[in-house]
Nanobody, 125 residues
Framework: QVQLVESGGGLVQAGGSLRLSCAAS????????MGWFRQIPGKEREFVAA????????SYADSVKGRFTISRDNAKNTVYLQMNTLKAEDTAVYYC??????????????????WGQGTQVTVSS
């Protein structure tokens, strides 16, 4: 069982930056691929970024490519999402997710077995 806790959300003006963190429980964090997703009310959960267990491979949604960066610190059991040049359309609840396949990440939400509770990001225009 993996428990995930997100933090770092908040209110920011358009053009600003935020860094989200997701802390994972357990001693097997490096064996997990990790993803970030976001959701606004009434819409499906949307893929944002993903990273493999070693951090050697990352992937991004086209809407955030060049603005967001996913990274991880396996010594701290934490994955990060650095969000720059934020836009109003980035407003959502952001979730981190984990899967036990360290070698392959995915943009598909059903691939991930473990989820955090989410953190709200609000970008004012």
């Amino acid at each position: 069982q993996v428990q995930l806790v997100e933090s770092g959300g908040g209110l920011v003006q358009a053009g600003g930056s935020l860094r989200l963190s997701c802390a994972a429980s357990g001693r097997t964090f490096s064996t997990k691929s990790m993803g970030w997703f976001r959701q606004i009310p009434g819409k499906e959960r949307e893929f944002v970024a993903a990273i493999t267990g070693s951090g050697g491979f990352t992937s991004y949604a086209d809407s955030v490519k060049g603005r967001f960066t996913i990274s991880r610190d396996n010594a701290k059991n934490t994955v990060y999402l650095q969000m720059n040049t934020l836009k109003a359309e980035d407003t959502a609840v952001y979730y981190c997710a984990a899967n036990s396949n360290r070698y392959a990440s995915s943009s598909i939400s059903t691939y991930y077995a473990y989820w955090g509770q989410g953190t709200q990001v609000t970008v004012s225009s």
